[in-house]
């Protein structure tokens, strides 16, 4: 089984900052492009930031000078180190990975369960 397991949410005052952390286990061949998306209550879901496993970055305008992707490849995680953090970034953090299992070689979009971060004073 793989799995993504994130970390790092949590409450945060307007201007602070968090990182979050993703990392993937179990039974991996490879893994190409990772990626942070986010869901406020009542919304629908977005991107955020991806990271291809060449090191090539995209960010939601939105984020762009306040938040920063990058990976382990060593450790199959992902970062997202979030700066200057306001209102509304709150929302449920998830990762994705598109995964090649070790085993049948197929390739998935693998989700986390997801992380809250909640930024209020």
């Known amino acids: 089984q793989v799995q993504l397991v994130e970390s790092g949410g949590g409450l945060v005052q307007p201007g602070g900052s968090l990182r979050l952390s993703c990392a993937a286990s179990?039974?991996?061949?490879?893994?190409?492009?990772m990626a942070w998306y986010r869901q406020a209550s009542g919304k629908q879901r977005e991107l955020v930031a991806d990271?291809?496993?060449?090191?090539?970055?995209n960010y939601a305008d939105s984020v762009k000078g306040r938040f920063t992707i990058s990976r382990d490849n060593a450790k199959n995680t992902v970062y997202l180190q979030m700066n200057s953090l306001e209102p509304e970034d709150t929302a449920v953090y998830t990762c994705?990975?598109?995964?090649?299992?070790?085993?049948?070689?197929?390739?998935?979009?693998?989700w986390g369960q997801g992380t809250q971060v909640t930024v209020s004073s």
């Open positions: 179990g039974s991996i061949f490879s893994i190409n492009t």
């Open positions: 994705s990975a598109d995964i090649t299992r070790a085993v049948s070689r197929y390739t998935w979009r693998h």
């Open positions: 990271i291809s496993s060449g090191g090539i970055i």
